[in-house]
Each structure stands twice: as C-alpha cells, then as structure tokens.
C-alpha cells in the first residue's frame, strides 16, 4: 500500500535472541571453564558407562549363534521407541511453553512476522528443548553398535541423517497436540490441560510397557521353544512406528545389506508431518494464543478459603511462608504439572521392580536379595534425589525476585530456609516412605531389612532435601522465568552428582556390614555375629546424614544472607 | 469526597508514629558509599531526616538513587558507612531496624499466584503482625484505592496501577514509622495519586516519615519538606525549595528548573521552554 515490502524475520533471526542470551551469558560468567570441564567431565563419565553397557550386550547377543543380529536389532527398536515416548511427552509439555507461555511470544506475535517461519523458529527451539538429552542418550548407544559391528564412518553419517527426522517427528506431533488442546480448552484452562496431558503421559507409559514385553527378551525359557522365541523376535514392534524404521535402516547397514527405505520412509513423514504441522499452527495459533493470553477466571469478590493457614500452627512468619509456598506451588501449572513426570518415573519404577526376574522357580540366594534390596534402596533414593531436582532445588532461585521484601523485612533467612525445607522434606518423605515399603514387599525382603532400609530412607531423604535447598541457593538461578530450566542448571547436575555419591556411600555403609551380620547368622543362628562392623556402618551412614542436612543448609543461609 | 478520604487516612494511621525509644531523627545516613567492583555507585552519602518529615531524593537516570534506596531499605549492603534507622543500625539491628520501615520498589516483582488479600496477610507475618486489626487496615486501605472488590484475585490479573496499590497498601500494613519509597506515582490514575499525597500528608501529621524518590518533580514539590539532589552517587544540593532556589541564585525558580540547573543540564531548560513556547 505504502511501498513497504517488508518480508519479516527468518527463522534464523527468530532464534538469534536465545542463542545470544545463552552465549552472553556464558561469556559473563567467571565460573564457566570449571563449569564447562565439569560437565564434560561427567558426560563423558555416563557415555562411558552406557557406551560399555550396550557393548557388553551386543557382545553377548553377537556370540549367539543365529539370533545375534535378531535380538540386537530388537534392542534397538526398543531403545528408539522409548526415546520415541520419552520425546512425544516432553515435547507436548515444552511446546506449551515455547509456543504459548513464553514471556517473549508477545513482542513475536506483535511483530510483523510470518507465522510460518514463527512456526519454524519455535519447533527448532522445543525440539532442542525437550530433545537434547535424549539425542545425548544416543550417542553411545549408536557408537556402541559401530564400534561392535566394525562399522566404518559413513554409519555415523547414517546415524545422524536417521536421528534427525526422528527427533522432528515427535517435536511437530506434540507441538499439533498442545495446539490443539489449547484451542479445546476455554481461556488459560492449562491446569486441566495438563492435567489430560498426564492422563494421556501414564496412558503412553502402560502402552509402552505393553508394546516392549522386555520380560520375554530376557527369558527365552518361558517360549514353548527356541523356534517361538525366533518368531517373537523375527516380527517388527509395530511396522507404523517410526522406531522401527530408524532401527531398520541403521540395522540394515550393519548387516550389510543397506536399506534406504526406511530412511527415506523417515524423511518423507518429517516432512509431511512439517507441513502438516505448519499447516495447523497457521489455522489454530491465533485462537490459540488469544486463548491462552485471557487472565484466569475473576473470582468476583468470593473470598479464597482461609483453613491452610488456620492448619498451620506456627509462629505468623514461619505459617505466611509455609502457606505461600503450597499456594504458590498449586497454583502454578508450570510447577504442579511436574507432578505427572514424578508420577511416571515413581510407576516405572516400581514397574520396573516388579518385573525383574528374581523369583523364577529357582531358589534365589540369600546374598542376592540382600544385594537387590540395597540397590532398591540406593535407587528409591535416586527417585527421591531426581524429585527434589525438580521441586526442592529451585526453591530459593523463585525467591530471587521476591529478595526486595524478603530482605527489607525483619525476616531471619533462617526461617524462610527452614518453611522451605520443612515443605520439601514431608511430601518427600510421604512419597519415599511408600515407595520404599512396596518396592520391599515387591521384593519379598526380610523385616530386618524392610527396617533398616524404612529408617535410612527417612534419613536419605532429609539429608537430600537439605543438599537440593542449600545448593540451589548456592548455585541459583533468579534471571529465568522458567522454572523447568533450573534443574538441568550446572547447579542441578552439582547437586544430582552429591546425591548420588552421598547415596552410594550410605549404600555400601550399610549393605556391607548388614550382609555380613545377616550371613554370619545364617551360618551359625546360635553363635553371636560381629557387631562390629554393623556398628561402624550405621555410625559412619548417619553422620554423613547428618553433615548432609547440617552443612548445605548453613551454607545456604549464608550464601543468601551475603546476597546483593 | 477528599474530606471524607482524609478522615478515613486519620482513622487507619491510627498508632503510626514513634515509641517511646524515639529518637529526634528517624533515618541518619553516614559516609555511605557502594561499589560495584572498581564502579562507585553511592559515593559517600552524609543525610539526616528527622521524625515527621517528607524528604524527597531527585537525581538524574543512574545517580544512585535506587542504589540508596535499596541500602536504606537493608536489601543492599553498603561496601562503606551506616544506615542508622530510629537509633537502630541496619548493620548490627537488623531485625529492630527494618520491622521500623515500610519499603515500596519501583516495578517490583510480585507472587503472581497469591490473590492481593494473601500477599498482604503474607507481608504481615513477615513483619509479625497478621492478626485481625492488619486485615483490618488492608481492607480500609484497599478501599479507598477502589481495589477491594480485587482482593481475592490473582496478582497476575492485577493492572500495573493497582499492584501498586496493593504494594503502598502492603507497606503500610504493619504501621512502620518510616516509609521509603521509590518512584511512588508510576502507574497510578490521578485520583489514586491524589489520595497517596494525602496519604503521605496524614501520615506525617501522625509522627511517620516519608523518604520517596521521584522524577515527577511537580509531586516532589508540592509534597517534600526537603529535598536533596544526588548526582554521579554523591549530593549536590540539599535543602527546602527556599534553600535550593538561594543556591541557584533565582528567586522564582520552580523545582525543574533547579534540578537541571544544579545537574549541569541548563540547556536542557532552554530546550524545555522553546517547547513549551511553540506552538504545538
């Protein structure tokens, strides 16, 4: 009209910002080369420790005759349609944020650009997102298998060309779905939506279990014979799901007879996906949006109920905190909403103990149930340290904001660290407690060490939740508005690798005088067993506890009381 | 109507003022300064407001002023100096000093899921005091701004007008005897503002002590008793409007005029005035 022929942003110019913010603050920061060596320190600890593991296995299956390649390529259709799962979930939770919730998404749709390469830049930012750990996770998996089948380079190119549709596809499914349920729900319904979006979560985790069958894998003897098992094995997952086709294709050039079907297969739904994708968001993004932008439903002067205060017997600071924090926490979708993740991890898990074939007709050694229980032990806790990552470690990061009153108030920091640590600790401690005795009866394990393990879950946990709130405090976060980035921070690794060392020492503190004791008396019920070293191990575990609780929350407070 | 705002004000300031531990000055500054690496903010600050005074802190973009601001209110450390607060110092008192002062940030960040009746109880017991007659004071604060009738909504669907009166309500709550508050007029409609300047009128009737810092001169000089004017972390000039327009050496001089004088922005004035002059 005006002779304006402004064409609007690229996509590469969409992403710019967060690419420089990221690199800018990198630059900033003075811990960066620790930080960075640490990090790669620790990644190339866990590519190490999968890398050998799948290598390990892939020897195995290799030395059995006929099958080998039958059971490694299964192995790897069921890696990939886990990553398939673990992608579409997260996907559909971060394309939330990416595409409606995000801060900056409103100088973008005020802006004068193209809604198609709006739609680009935000896929490419939710794919990178929700699927940089699990493209991560591939790595060894992938160089496992060329490094087994002697493959040469042109395989890794293989690999790449066939992970990067395979991580699109995902990203442009759950980004459609959120759209669409955002246009579904009236105004900023997200609590509910993501509340469907857990449903549709613990739905795909029993789809999933269902479709892997990992059990018959692992025991061929429940196959009425050899030629069964051959069968189960011979008949692709499902021939519709894309990770039988990215399993296909790698599959196919290990073996020698490469295949470009189903890589072409993966291309071609990518990109007919894309277009798809494309398609809906230029149909459905503004409603959506608009959708999205109206403020939660006026309450119209009916007073909010009082009884969470009233419950709360405490000194007026120490019962506002605590009744903030709970508020706060299920008033915020962003929060709550990692319920449903907590939810799936605590069901796999015990899932997952359920199944593990320990009692299959044969007698199952003493040693080895006492090993398993402590394990189950170390990994309960493991269960208890990655929660406390997503709701105990970002704790003092959202008060940064809030410093402004906090500090002008004549508030002692201790108190808010204690409010904060005493409404991590009990729901902790309500999840860990159950988990532990189920997983113990699932297990069939002694009162003796249904006991023990009960007792030092009790202590795991307060002594996590005391590393997660004082770490966080010491390494926060107060620039992102979005809470799910704090703990994948260098701060949230710091404190996942304390836990897990503070776990595997409470561990072997225990396990090993305990197995000792136990098989002394089996020997001889009559004769006294040392109490020695039973004494020494649960000394030296509980003063670790102890100094785990103590330690991070003085430093923490400090940290905090020196803060500008 | 402002008549009966005002009796209103009286009611709810009710007990504001000092103790019987008064002492004649209630914020005393001394030799104050902040760095921030080798960059000096504040550079030694010397100021004293007494009890029952409206004490206005001008100064241009980046002088300091919120740097001062934020060590009074005892959010900041100054690398040097002391912030004495009613005889108690922010260093070595901390808990008697601030349970003195009401803070108010400019834009600050707020608990976007607590409705604005929660985070004012919340404000309260960070103070000590979320007992019955708090509520009571919120709600008659609360309605003399219009925003009753909000109290059970989320901060979130709050307009940037109202967290501000949310936040001057939050502040007043507990009855501190100081109120320091930075850029008080952002935000708010013409009425509301009109009810804040009665609100700091009446409050220092009552004993209490106002320190703002504003660049909405107009307000800053019809409200302040004094004013100080901070440039470059240190105070260029100090005193009531008689006191500055000496020091600029121009009788009828209104508080723009000095301002820009005193910061070396004269021109600025020039340009100001040939603005006014055209004819637009």
């Known amino acids: 009209m005006n002779g304006i022929t402004y064409t609007g942003a690229g996509v590469l110019r969409l992403l710019g910002p967060k690419v420089r913010s990221k690199l800018n603050r990198n630059k900033t920061d003075e811990r960066r080369r620790f930080k960075w060596g640490l990090l790669v320190f620790v990644g190339l600890f866990f590519w190490t420790f999968i890398f050998g593991v799948i290598f390990r296995m892939l020897l195995y299956f290799r030395g059995t005759q006929g099958i080998g390649d039958l059971l490694a390529a299964k192995l790897l259709g069921l890696a990939l349609l886990t990553f398939l799962m673990i992608l579409l979930l997260s996907n559909v939770i971060t394309a939330l944020s990416t595409f409606f919730l995000s801060q900056d998404m409103e100088l973008l749709v005020a802006a004068p650009v193209d809604s198609v390469k709006l739609y680009g830049a935000r896929l490419v930012e939710t794919i990178v997102d929700s699927s940089w750990m699990v493209a991560l996770l591939a790595i060894p998996l992938l160089v496992a298998y060329g490094v087994v089948y002697g493959a040469s380079w042109p395989f890794y190119g293989l690999a790449v060309a066939t992970i990067i549709p395979y991580l699109v596809l995902p990203a442009v499914v759950g980004s459609a779905f959120t759209l669409m349920l955002v246009n579904v729900f009236p105004a900023r319904r997200t609590r509910d939506l993501l509340a469907l979006i857990g449903l549709f979560a613990a739905a795909g985790v029993v789809v999933l279990f269902r479709f892997l069958r990992p059990e018959r894998l692992v025991s061929p003897d429940q196959f009425r014979d050899l030629v069964d098992f051959m069968a189960v094995l011979r008949t692709p997952t499902s021939p519709w799901l894309p990770s039988e086709w990215a399993a296909q294709s790698l599959m196919s050039y290990l073996t020698g007879g490469f295949d470009p079907f189903p890589l072409a297969l993966l291309w071609s739904t990518a990109a007919a996906f894309f277009v798809i994708g494309a398609w809906l968001h230029v149909r459905l993004f503004r409603t959506g949006f608009t959708r999205a932008q109206e403020g939660a439903e006026l309450r119209k002067g009916e007073a909010r109920s009082r009884w969470l205060e009233r419950l709360i017997r405490a000194a007026p600071a120490t019962r506002q905190l605590v009744a903030k924090e709970i508020r706060v926490f299920f008033r915020d979708t962003t929060q709550w909403s990692q319920l449903i993740l907590l939810a799936v991890l605590v069901v796999v898990y015990v899932y997952n103990i359920k199944v593990l074939p320990l009692y299959t007709g044969e007698e199952v050694s003493f040693f080895l149930i006492n090993v398993v229980s402590f394990l189950n032990l170390g990994l309960a806790g493991f269960v208890v340290a990655a929660i406390a990552a997503r709701f105990v470690f970002p704790g003092m990061s959202l008060e940064g904001r809030m410093m402004w009153l906090l500090r002008s108030s004549p508030l002692d920091i201790r108190t808010l660290f204690l409010a904060k640590y005493w409404v991590g600790t009990i729901p902790l401690l309500l999840i860990a407690l159950p988990l532990i005795v189920v997983t113990n009866i699932i297990l069939q394990a002694s009162p003796l060490i249904l006991g023990i393990t009960t007792v030092t879950m009790v202590g795991v946990t307060f002594a996590i939740t005391a590393l997660a709130l004082g770490l966080g405090a010491l390494f926060p976060n107060y620039e992102t508005d979005n809470m799910a980035e704090i703990p994948t921070s260098f701060g949230g690794l710091i404190f996942m690798m304390c836990a897990v060392s503070y776990l595997v020492v409470v561990v072997i503190l225990l396990a090993w005088p305990v197995n000792g004791f136990l098989q002394a008396r089996l020997a001889d019920p009559s004769g006294g067993a040392a109490v020695t070293p039973l004494l020494l191990g649960t000394g030296g575990a509980l003063l670790i506890t102890v100094a785990c609780v103590v330690v991070p929350l003085r430093a923490g407070i400090r940290r905090v009381r020196s803060l500008q | ?280």
């Open chain 2, 1 to 280: 109507m402002t008549e009966s705002v005002q009796d209103q004000l009286r009611r709810l300031m009710d007990g504001v003022g000092p103790g019987e531990d008064a002492t004649p000055d209630m914020l005393e500054l001394t030799g104050i300064v902040k760095r921030y690496g080798d960059f000096v903010a504040v550079d030694g600050i010397d100021l004293r407001v007494p009890r029952g005074e409206i004490f206005g802190f001008l100064g241009p973009n980046g002088a300091g002023k919120t740097t001062t601001i934020r060590m009074i209110a005892g959010v900041l450390e100054p690398t040097e100096g002391s912030v004495v607060i009613g005889g108690n110092d922010l260093a070595t008192h901390p808990v008697e000093a601030k349970s003195r002062i009401g803070y108010i940030p400019d834009r600050p960040f707020l608990y976007e899921k607590l409705s604005g009746g929660e985070f004012l109880r919340f404000v309260s017991g960070l103070w000590g005091k979320d007992e019955p007659a708090s509520e009571d004071r919120a709600d008659g604060l609360l309605e003399i701004f219009n925003l009753l009738e909000w109290k059970h909504e989320l901060i979130e669907t709050y307009s940037h007008g109202m967290r501000q009166k949310l936040l001057i309500t939050s502040a007043l709550i507990h009855q501190p005897e100081l109120i320091v508050i930075d850029e008080p007029m952002v935000g708010l409609d013409p009425r509301s503002a009109r009810i804040l300047k009665d609100l700091f009128r009446v409050y220092v009737e009552r004993g209490g002590t106002v320190f703002l810092s504003s660049h909405t001169l107009e307000v800053v000089e019809a409200v302040c008793d004094r004013i100080a004017i901070i440039k470059e972390g240190a105070i260029i000039a100090k005193g009531t409007m008689d006191d500055l327009r000496t020091l600029v050496d121009s009788g009828g001089a209104d508080l723009e005029e000095i301002f820009l004088k005193v910061t070396g922005n004269e021109d600025m004035a020039e340009v100001v005035a040939g603005l006014q002059d055209s004819s637009f």
